[in-house]
């Protein structure tokens, strides 16, 4: 851990950098995975499953006695842990529907916009040490809402060719039944060109590595996706209200993701930052994945500034995944926040809330992207269509502004198109 003590705003940009990543050695890499699933398809996904996932598979579809399987291992706390975050996923994201507007923009003119499901999109879901069977829900719940057609899903198998029997779990409970073993950046390339076996689709949701991030953001010019992404990260803002042992416990929560994972302190005493470095230090020892966190924790920084407000600029600078106030706070704080993927306020709010069961969804922008990108919600599951109609009065009213602005872009067939209706 870094600890900087109230640097001046000049400092900032500098300990906002995300660490560095060799961006050119991974796009190398992708862009042969990606031609190699292009070219031969079923057999360069079997042949990845072997190299990366130490399995030879017979079959890349799960079978439907895989998934009854599954469900019946998981045990009645699980399944009714998952079904309990699913109905508040569901809560939340089915509030996010808009009824249709129609404006009379000009006497004889209505506009309008419809939304319509994307017909086939494709979510993938991470395995390794941490299956995101969380993840399925808060992808596979508003696909389900907004009628997609044809959801199908991703994961890597096991050394055993198995899929975790939770993400099985959650997916049959979204109504997915199309399920594939393929993992990385191959089951990006995958679901974008399309296989024997792995339908294309229009957009592909879901977190990754650094490879499956690189094979999202190279495939944008042959598929739509979620948002760019990298590591997760946390940035909990903390004053002399805060409690040193919750904001250690939402540090250490985040580091735990993985050794690239972003943990970041701004706090507004000295006392704090020690108060909690000291708790992060007994709190780790009791953590299973506590080798993980050591590894993600010698880039955490503990920035030290003098107000709230200051703390708010700061993270607003860096743009976090997941914003944590753990301060005193009121609307005029919150109208400050501009930039953030979600916020959880107050002691009583952990981001592992969110991550699970709040019912807001956890698939959110990294890497500086809350700038500009919002987290999925509804809306990413659809695409918007504008409609018009005019009466022949309508056209009559706005008949003149076109024609005009037409041939003063020298387009005359456009003002043929009004005039030849007159």
Request: hydrophobic share 45%.
């Amino acid at each position: 851990m870094k600890l900087y003590k109230y640097p001046s705003s000049k400092a900032w940009p500098a300990i906002c950098q995300r660490p560095l990543q060799n961006s050119n050695t991974i796009q190398a890499t992708v862009n042969a995975i990606i031609y190699d699933v292009a070219n031969n398809g079923d057999a360069a996904l079997k042949s990845y499953a072997e190299k990366f996932d130490g399995v030879i598979l017979k079959s890349l579809q799960v079978s439907a006695k895989e998934i009854a399987a599954a469900t019946k291992n998981i045990a009645p706390q699980l399944k009714k842990a998952i079904q309990q975050a699913k109905n508040n996923i569901q809560k939340f994201h089915a509030t996010q529907k808009q009824a249709v507007v129609k404006t009379e923009t000009t006497k004889g003119i209505l506009c309008w916009r419809e939304a319509r499901a994307i017909d086939k999109v494709g979510l993938y879901i991470p395995g390794g040490s941490a299956p995101l069977f969380s993840t399925v829900l808060m992808l596979g719940v508003p696909a389900l809402i907004a009628g997609c057609q044809e959801v199908i899903l991703c994961t890597p198998p096991d050394k055993n060719g198995k899929i975790n029997d939770a993400i099985l779990y959650a997916a049959s409970v979204c109504g997915i039944s199309k399920i594939f073993k393929t993992g990385g950046a191959q089951a990006i390339a995958a679901m974008a060109y399309g296989t024997k076996t792995i339908p294309s689709v229009f957009k592909i949701f879901g977190p990754g590595n650094q490879y499956v991030t690189a094979a999202k953001q190279i495939l944008q010019t042959k598929v739509a996706i979620d948002m760019p992404a990298g590591p997760s990260e946390v940035l909990v803002i903390a004053d002399e209200t805060s409690v040193p042992e919750f904001v250690a416990a939402d540090l250490l929560a985040q580091a735990e993701h993985g050794p690239d994972s972003q943990v970041i302190l701004a706090c507004t005493t000295l006392d704090i930052a020690t108060k909690v470095q000291a708790a992060i230090a007994l709190q780790l020892a009791e953590l299973p994945r506590k080798d993980i966190a050591l590894l993600a924790l010698q880039f955490a920084r503990f920035v030290v500034l003098n107000t709230v407000s200051d703390a708010i600029a700061f993270s607003n600078l860096y743009a976090p995944e997941h914003l944590i106030l753990a301060c005193k706070t009121s609307n005029t704080v919150l109208k400050q926040i501009t930039t953030a993927g979600s916020v959880f306020i107050g002691n009583y709010s952990p981001e592992s809330v969110g991550d699970y069961a709040s019912g807001t969804n956890h698939t959110l922008p990294t890497n500086g992207y809350a700038t500009a990108y919002s987290g999925v919600s509804l809306d990413s599951f659809y695409k918007k269509i504008t409609f018009q109609q005019l009466t022949k009065d309508g056209l009559h009213n706005i008949a003149k502004t076109v024609t005009t602005m037409a041939e003063a872009e020298g387009l005359q067939a456009h003002s043929n198109a009004v005039k030849i209706r007159l």
